[in-house]
């Protein structure tokens, strides 16, 4: 099956430092990468649309700036969360959509990040 | 815009009984699709199941089982035989089936399987 894989699955950094999350699509090309952000016991909030080749379509209310969405080729995506402040602490989760298959086929989820700002 | 509304934020099920988590939505669409994911302690999502709007017939997958009710927008996940496995965050999803629609989750449902 599908296989997404985000690394790292945790990291702790310091106030004022920036991390990267890496999302890969091992087994398919993926164009389209999507980022979520999960608070404890929420939802996941959707955060941006990473196209490959292009510049990423952000949600309302998500800082451009804060957090940059690079999908350089069509196997990785990169968030990376800049000059982090503890209220970034949170669950990111990538997910990606075979490009050979339609919009609306089920999305392949990582396992997310765990992201601690002390 | 779409919304999907998980009415139950925690539910408990004793092992081998049937429990059904609800899901309601709202769309102007006629054509979209529906999937109940899973996400247990390891925080990894689970497709569970799927269901395509213009089908009328639910879709099930082994011991789980959805009742689409397009009319009333409703999208219910049945259980059955539940096990200690079953324990974890259930989310409704929704996709439109224009070109640029992303998924929307609804707040889940806690589903606990006590020992």
């Known amino acids: 099956g599908a296989v997404v894989s985000q690394h790292p699955s945790w990291v702790i950094c310091k106030s004022g430092t920036s991390v990267k999350i890496e999302c890969r699509s091992l087994d398919f090309q993926a164009t389209t990468m999507f980022w979520y952000r999960q608070f404890p016991k929420q939802s996941l909030m959707l955060m941006a649309t990473s196209n490959e080749g292009s510049k990423a379509t952000y949600e309302q209310g998500v800082e451009k700036d804060k957090f940059l969405i690079n999908h350089a080729s069509l196997t990785l995506s990169t968030l990376t969360v800049t000059s982090a402040h503890p209220e970034d602490s949170s669950f990111y989760i990538c997910s990606a959509r075979d490009h050979a298959s339609s919009y609306n086929s089920p999305l392949h989820f990582g396992n997310g990040t765990r992201l601690t700002v002390t | 815009a779409q919304t999907v509304t998980q009415s139950q934020p925690e539910m408990s099920v004793q092992e081998a009984e049937t429990v059904t988590l609800s899901c309601t939505y709202d769309?102007?669409?006629?054509?979209?699709?529906l999937f109940w994911y899973k996400q247990p302690p390891s925080r990894q999502m689970i497709l569970v199941i799927r269901q395509e709007a213009y089908k009328q017939q639910n879709a099930t997958e082994n011991r789980f089982s959805v009742n689409f009710q397009k009319a009333a927008k409703s999208f219910s996940l049945k259980i059955s035989d539940s096990q200690l496995g079953d324990t974890a965050m259930y989310f409704c999803?929704?996709?439109?089936?224009?070109?640029?629609?992303?998924?929307?989750f609804g707040k889940g449902t806690m589903l606990l399987v006590p020992p």
């Open positions: 769309t102007s669409e006629n054509n979209y699709y």
């Open positions: 999803a929704f996709i439109g089936v224009t070109g640029y629609s992303t998924l929307t």
